[in-house]
């Protein structure tokens, strides 16, 4: 199977490209990029083969897509047809949910916490907590049935720093980092300490929270590109794993794959 995958964010666009399953590489672009995004796709899918018997030398593969932001994925349907002109899947309405949601407001999920909880699901096989890192965090649970059950929604970093910035008189803007103290000596330190911890905190209090309505210790998987940010300082979780969601819409692919052909 070759596949592109391509998970479009709120301020990035993530690119994995799969070589009969294999994974080549896995590239972060700003979503403004237009030039970058064009080379990183035509980089991928000059190097899948063609069909074979294919009179029209149509290349063997597929671009699925994961989207938050509707106008980045009309721009790169656009990339796509008109460079290599073949269409685009996207999770959700051409390809399905990879798993059971039990929310009041199935539609309207993003389908990338759904399918990273699929793949985190797909490899625990038990009660699973993903928690992604970026311009927001999700901290979302998969009961031990492969239930996806729903979330929390917090503001991000970047948001979070924003929103400090604009809505006082003298408070910096930051980029938050590991602290080198828990407290700071200065306002923009003391700032990336509390943003920095209180997000760690909201972490651990909501996995706690979400083992005591199930009634185990569900394992713990953060992703995201902030998520290596924390990594070290958040012991009470089993594993970081970058580019969950590229992953998962792999997974939602081959499973949809699968189905089909039964």
């Given at each position: 199977m070759n596949i592109i995958a391509v998970d479009i964010g709120n301020t990035n666009i993530c690119i994995g490209f799969f070589l009969d399953g294999q994974e080549q590489f896995i590239k972060s672009i700003p979503g403004q990029s237009h030039t970058k995004l064009t080379n990183c796709l035509k980089d991928a899918w000059d190097k899948i083969p063609f069909a074979e018997g294919s009179k029209e030398k149509k290349r063997d593969g597929v671009i699925v897509i994961s989207s938050v932001k509707p106008a980045w994925t009309e721009m790169v349907r656009e990339i796509v047809k008109e460079n290599f002109d073949e269409r685009v899947y996207i999770i959700g309405k051409d390809i399905?949910?990879?798993m059971t949601l039990w929310v009041d407001e199935p539609d309207k999920i993003?389908?990338?916490?759904?399918?990273?909880?699929?793949?985190?699901y797909a490899v625990v096989e038990d009660a699973v907590v993903i928690a992604d890192f970026g311009t927001a965090v999700t901290i979302d649970l998969v009961d031990q049935n492969g239930i996806f059950q729903g979330g929390v929604i917090c503001p991000g970093f970047k948001i979070s720093a924003q929103a400090l910035k604009e809505n006082t008189a003298q408070l910096p803007n930051i980029k938050v980092t590991k602290p080198k103290a828990p407290y700071g000596k200065n306002t923009a330190d003391a700032i990336n300490c509390g943003l920095y911890y209180s997000i760690i905190g909201a972490l651990e209090e909501v996995v706690r929270r979400y083992a005591e309505q199930i009634g185990r210790w569900p394992q713990t998987i953060i992703t995201g590109s902030a998520a290596?940010?924390?990594?070290?300082d958040c012991k009470f979780i089993d594993n970081y794993v970058p580019n969950?969601?590229?992953?998962?819409?792999?997974?939602?692919?081959?499973?949809?794959i699968e189905e089909k052909s039964r």
């Open positions: 399905p949910l990879p993003g389908t990338d916490r759904v399918i990273s909880a699929a793949a985190a290596k940010t924390i990594k070290d969950l969601v590229v992953k998962g819409i792999v997974l939602a692919y081959q499973k949809y």
